[in-house]
């Protein structure tokens, strides 16, 4: 029996610092909610807007807008505990956001942060995201930092993630306070992802899916979205996630901020 034929491919820089995270993730007490969101109206205000505008908002960036004015009007959503047990309320939310692009034959995952996107119209953030997909990995604060970062060994690596996780001001800049990720798994399916969230909160984009619903007496087919939102329970109880909830759907279903800029 011959010897098996296999190629070695060395791990993505970005990987590592994923890694990195998911071993302190692992330590969070996180409750997930699983919920289905109708975009049939903001699916229609998307396309109109493209329409104008001669180019769509980008659907990531809408979900970031309505995620950023949601957590603004409860702050405790996105805050983080001090090394003295303390909560820290930030004013500006600020997203953290892989965004995946293809250079050449191999898709990079870009991270960026949006910062105080709860003060940005939905149309700076698309901006914003469109500028990085235009960029290299090199090009990036988050792709020099990563050149020097593999080389430092895991267990400092490590460290590193536990101290700064109770240094609040540290870990909102380099990781935001909210985390909006997309599992872009299911293709035009249902489905949901459950991740294992570093963030106080973590709402991941699933699937879309098209469904008949009643709707005002009427059987129609609907968009529906596939939301899977995440929360530290140690930080957020279940009342003020179940409003969150309840609240961020609401701006989804009615196409907050998509109106096109006159």
Same mark, same amino acid.
């Given at each position: &029996?011959?010897? *098996?034929?296999?190629?070695?491919?060395?791990?993505?820089?970005?990987?590592?610092?994923?890694?990195?995270? &998911?071993?302190?993730?692992?330590?969070?007490?996180?409750?997930?909610?699983?919920?289905?969101? !109708?975009?049939?109206?903001?699916?229609? $205000?998307?396309?109109?807007?493209?329409?104008?505008?001669?180019?769509? *908002?980008?659907?990531?960036?809408?979900?970031?807008?309505?995620?950023?004015?949601?957590? @603004? =009007?409860?702050?405790?959503?996105?805050?983080?505990? @001090?090394?003295?047990? %303390?909560?820290?309320?930030? !004013?500006?939310?600020?997203?953290?956001? *892989?965004?995946?692009?293809?250079?050449?034959?191999?898709?990079?995952?870009?991270?960026?942060?949006?910062?105080?996107? #709860?003060? $940005?119209?939905?149309?700076? /953030?698309?901006?914003? /995201?469109?500028?990085?997909?235009?960029? =290299?990995?090199?090009?990036?604060?988050?792709?020099?930092?990563?050149?020097?970062?593999?080389?430092? *060994?895991?267990? /400092? %690596?490590?460290?590193?993630?536990?101290?700064?996780?109770?240094?609040?001001?540290?870990? $909102?800049?380099? #990781?935001?306070?909210?985390?909006?990720?997309?599992?872009?798994?299911?293709?035009?399916?249902?489905?949901?992802?459950?991740?294992?969230?570093?963030?106080?909160?973590?709402?991941?984009?699933?699937?879309?899916?098209?469904?008949?619903?009643?709707? #005002?007496? !009427?059987?129609? #087919?609907?968009?529906?979205?596939?939301?899977?939102?995440?929360?530290?329970?140690?930080?957020?109880?279940?009342?003020?996630?179940?409003?969150?909830?309840?609240?961020?759907?609401?701006? /989804?279903?009615?196409?907050?901020?998509? !109106?096109?800029?006159?």
């Amino acid at each position: &029996m011959g010897k *098996p034929s296999y190629t070695v491919e060395p791990p993505h820089p970005f990987r590592q610092l994923v890694a990195d995270g &998911m071993s302190l993730a692992a330590r969070k007490h996180s409750i997930h909610g699983l919920v289905e969101v !109708d975009i049939t109206e903001a699916r229609n $205000k998307l396309r109109v807007a493209g329409d104008k505008m001669g180019e769509p *908002p980008s659907f990531t960036g809408f979900i970031v807008y309505c995620c950023a004015r949601a957590v @603004d =009007e409860d702050k405790h959503l996105h805050a983080y505990l @001090d090394w003295r047990g %303390r909560l820290i309320l930030f !004013d500006d939310v600020d997203i953290s956001l *892989p965004v995946e692009r293809r250079q050449g034959a191999k898709s990079v995952v870009l991270q960026t942060v949006i910062r105080s996107a #709860n003060r $940005k119209s939905l149309w700076e /953030i698309h901006h914003e /995201i469109r500028a990085l997909q235009t960029k =290299e990995l090199g090009e990036t604060s988050w792709g020099r930092w990563l050149r020097w970062y593999v080389l430092v *060994p895991a267990f /400092i %690596r490590r460290l590193f993630f536990r101290v700064a996780a109770r240094v609040p001001t540290l870990l $909102k800049s380099f #990781n935001g306070t909210v985390l909006v990720t997309a599992v872009g798994m299911f293709g035009t399916r249902a489905g949901w992802g459950v991740p294992l969230p570093g963030h106080t909160l973590c709402v991941t984009v699933g699937g879309m899916e098209s469904k008949p619903i009643l709707k #005002n007496g !009427d059987l129609q #087919n609907r968009e529906h979205l596939c939301l899977t939102v995440s929360f530290d329970h140690d930080i957020v109880d279940g009342a003020p996630a179940a409003r969150f909830v309840q609240r961020l759907a609401t701006l /989804i279903e009615e196409g907050a901020g998509i !109106d096109a800029p006159s």
